[in-house]
């Protein structure tokens, strides 16, 4: 079975700068993940998708951050413009169960963003 | 609202020791609670979970944490540690109800010496 699939793996840009990161979930997973990892610090969620709608988007930074999942499978993560703390590892995941109730989440390898 | 806390940035343990990671929790109802391991350079991988039932859950590669209600604690261990088990370790816990949003600890990371 194929996991999760992300990319780039990395990306270096300018601050105000946009970029864009994509996602392909495990087939047949409903639930998707955006989460964003800082270095030393544990994975912040962003986004989640249920099919292609949205669960929670509490803590996505909405005047530079955008995400969509159309067809409710691959999803992609805008950022702009970026700014200097945009800087971190930006994980995908993505889950079987329905909203991802008991279910363990499986992730991608993450893209690495630098903000310059 | 939901927390989780892993007291220690660092855990050292010898190869061959048990070893011990700790994380410490706060949600409301009854709580799902997961432990993820990440390799360098890789996304999260997961290791065991808490649902409901038995206290002690058994995962990958040997490991088990145990889940303490009254404590808010599930902590992470092994009997015989190995070198190919330093990473850094994730606590994680989603409520029950709701949204099931994930919350990740800020994690720990194990070093284990030959």
């Known amino acids: 079975e194929a996991g999760v699939a992300q990319s780039p793996r990395y990306k270096i840009i300018e601050k105000r700068q946009s970029v864009a990161f994509w996602c392909n979930p495990i087939?047949?997973?409903?639930?998707l993940y955006w989460y964003q990892q800082i270095l030393g610090q544990g994975p912040k969620l962003l986004i989640q998708?249920?099919?292609?709608?949205?669960?929670?988007d509490s803590q996505l930074p909405k005047d530079r951050f955008s995400a969509e999942r159309l067809k409710g499978v691959d999803s992609t993560l805008k950022i702009q413009p970026a700014k200097l703390e945009d800087s971190a590892v930006y994980l995908c995941?993505?889950?079987?169960?329905?909203?991802?109730?008991?279910?363990?989440?499986?992730f991608g390898e993450g893209s690495r963003l630098t903000v310059l | 609202a939901q927390s989780v806390a892993q007291p220690e940035d660092q855990v050292n343990v010898a190869e061959g020791n048990p070893l011990t990671v700790k994380c410490t929790y706060s949600?409301?109802?009854?709580?799902?609670l997961f432990w993820y391991v990440q390799y360098p350079n890789r996304g999260l991988q997961f290791l065991l979970k808490?649902?409901?039932?038995?206290?002690l859950v058994k995962g990958s590669y040997g490991f088990e944490a145990e889940f303490n209600k009254s404590q808010t604690s599930f902590h992470l261990k092994k009997p015989s540690a190995l070198v190919s088990d330093s990473a850094l370790y994730f606590c994680?816990?989603?409520?029950?109800?709701?949204?099931?949003?994930?919350?990740f600890g800020a994690g720990t990371r194990l070093f284990v010496k030959a």
């Open positions: 995941a993505s889950s079987a169960n329905p909203q991802g109730r008991s279910g363990e989440l499986f």
């Open positions: 087939s047949g997973h409903a639930t």
């Open positions: 998708f249920q099919n292609n709608g949205v669960v929670d």
């Open positions: 949600v409301s109802g009854n709580p799902y």
């Open positions: 808490y649902i409901t039932g038995d206290n």
């Open positions: 994680a816990v989603r409520r029950n109800t709701g949204g099931f949003k994930t919350i």
